[in-house]
């Protein structure tokens, strides 16, 4: 059910946004269903037990692409923990769950969110605990064939995240020295953090696994009005022969169906 976009020879994912649960993420998958052509990333899939979604997904006949892991167990708007010290048990227990749900859903990619640094730590502790934890991570997830992913995210969007720059990424993911880890790439996120996205693209490419798309700064559809240019964009994933996913993480303007019709313009056939 990948949608394979003729002329660019890309695959593109839906995504099912933070807080949707069923029925609203049934009605997502049926959505994507319809389109038969499409599949899924579902950034916090645990309102829903693993078993009821996995027979949603098969009713519906998509594939799940990726997972995030839990990013608020504690509801006070966390987000995620992989990186904060003292916490190493709870990233155990919440990696877990995320294994779970990613093995019933048959999902190869899980999205380790880094959390924020909490008041008193600092940087070099936090890479220390964060390494750490993607490293237990990274022998988890070759042992089941799957990838982790770390994403840089921009400081407007979550204050404090510690996951906020590229060349940090690209260095944690060499210090975990994993084929499991890689780099989740929200063009979203790279034009917001550093811009350059030509030259960025071809640079992160050999660590990218994954590539989200949205523009900027409404982070509506790729053809909306704003900053990004997505036809240029997709050639140039093209170009550089990027093989992977493209996820479509954008609050659709107009509602799932009438928004996928950007599809249409930026992959024509
Ligand atoms: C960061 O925190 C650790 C643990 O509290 C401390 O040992 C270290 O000196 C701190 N580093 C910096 C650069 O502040
Ligand atoms: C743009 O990317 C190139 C290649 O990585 C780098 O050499 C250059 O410094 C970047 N430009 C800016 C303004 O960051």
Redesign the pocket.
């Known amino acids: 059910m990948k949608l394979i976009c003729p002329l660019w020879m890309l695959s593109c994912v839906v995504w099912v946004s933070a807080d949707v649960c069923i029925p609203e993420g049934c009605r997502r998958y049926e959505t994507a269903g319809a389109e038969s052509t499409l599949a899924l990333e579902t950034a916090n899939p645990y309102c829903v037990p693993p078993e009821k979604l996995a027979s949603a997904q098969a009713t519906c006949g998509v594939n799940q692409v990726m997972i995030n892991t839990p990013k608020d167990e504690r509801g006070d708007g966390e987000f995620g923990h992989a990186c904060v010290p003292g916490r190493e048990k709870e990233f155990k227990y919440s990696f877990e769950q995320s294994l779970v749900y990613a093995v019933t859903l048959r999902s190869s990619y899980i999205h380790i969110m880094s959390g924020c640094i909490p008041p008193g730590?600092?940087?070099?502790?936090c890479r220390k605990t964060y390494v750490s934890n993607l490293k237990s991570a990274a022998s988890a997830l070759s042992k089941l064939g799957m990838q982790g992913l770390i994403e840089p995210i921009n400081s407007y969007s979550i204050p404090n995240y510690y996951m906020n720059c590229y060349d940090k990424a690209i260095s944690v993911i060499n210090s975990v020295g994993s084929q499991n880890i890689g780099l989740l790439l929200d063009i979203y996120h790279l034009q917001t953090i550093q811009g350059n996205l030509t030259r960025s693209i071809a640079d992160y490419l050999p660590y990218t696994k994954h590539i989200q798309i949205s523009q900027v700064p409404g982070r509506h559809e790729p053809n909306s009005p704003g900053e990004l240019n997505y036809g240029y964009v997709m050639a140039v994933l093209q170009l550089v022969r990027y093989q992977g996913w493209i996820g479509l993480e954008y609050h659709p303007a107009k509602g799932t169906e009438e928004g996928l019709k950007w599809v249409q313009e930026c992959c024509p056939t």
Do not use: P
């Open positions: 730590s600092n940087e070099s502790e």
